[in-house]
């Protein structure tokens, strides 16, 4: 009887993990510098994504944009293992959105962003001061132009199918009947001595 509860212990093991094998093949982001939704005052000279795996240059995507979406990112991305590095080159003060798409394992594509605020920019160009046309009536100052308040800066986004605690759970079970196994099997062991 012992026996056949291991060997059903083993099958149901068998069972929870095979399904999640696929899933944790996704790769996600475990991290960045600067972090999703930090303030920063010194603009980083570099922004850093660090991912669970390795992901492959070839299906990695990054963008940066800032403030009224200009393009903030100061050239291609750099890989080391698991970390992709991009030239920053900041502008105005204001929101930047770093977005992300790699590929996974499995093929699956992952993407997300992370929002970070740059407390302190590149100043704005001065007006030009050419003089009026003789004759000309003078004209008035441009008024600068109005802002909406930020909104608040939500959480990373990313898209995964399994989010992402599939294999953990996967994990803890089949540990869990190993355990139970290992206990039968040595109370059947010493049922006999």
Same mark, same amino acid.
């Given at each position: ?10 099958? +149901? ?10 899933? +944790? ?6 991290g ?11 603009? !980083?000279? =570099?922004?850093?994504? =660090? ?29 080391? +293992?698991?970390?992709?590095?991009? !030239? ?15 590929? /996974?394992?499995?093929?699956?594509? @992952?993407s ?21 046309p003789?004759?000309?009536? !003078?004209? /008035? ?6 802002? /909406?308040? +930020? ?21 803890? @079970? ?13 109370? =059947?062991? /010493?049922?006999?001595?």
């Amino acid at each position: 009887m012992a026996h056949g509860l291991l060997v059903l212990g083993v099958a +149901a093991g068998l069972s929870v993990l095979l399904p999640a094998a696929p899933a +944790a093949a996704h790769n996600s982001l475990t991290g960045s510098d600067p972090k999703n939704g930090a303030r920063v005052a010194t603009a !980083p000279k =570099r922004i850093e994504l =660090r991912f669970l795996a390795s992901p492959a240059p070839a299906t990695t995507k990054i963008t940066i944009t800032g403030p009224d979406n200009v393009p903030a990112a100061g050239g291609a991305p750099t890989f080391a +293992a698991n970390r992709v590095s991009v !030239p920053f080159a900041p502008g105005a003060a204001g929101l930047y959105i770093v977005t992300y798409r790699i590929g /996974s394992a499995d093929g699956h594509p @992952v993407s997300g962003e992370i929002r970070f605020t740059l407390t302190t920019g590149t100043a704005a160009a001065p007006p030009s001061t050419t003089p009026a046309p003789t004759g000309a009536a !003078p004209t /008035s100052p441009a008024t600068p132009p109005t802002t /909406s308040p +930020a909104a608040p800066t939500p959480a990373a986004d990313e898209v995964d199918d399994d989010g992402g605690t599939g294999w953990l759970w996967a994990i803890g @079970v089949a540990v869990v009947l190993v355990v139970l196994g290992a206990g039968l099997l040595l109370r =059947r062991r /010493s049922a006999r001595g």
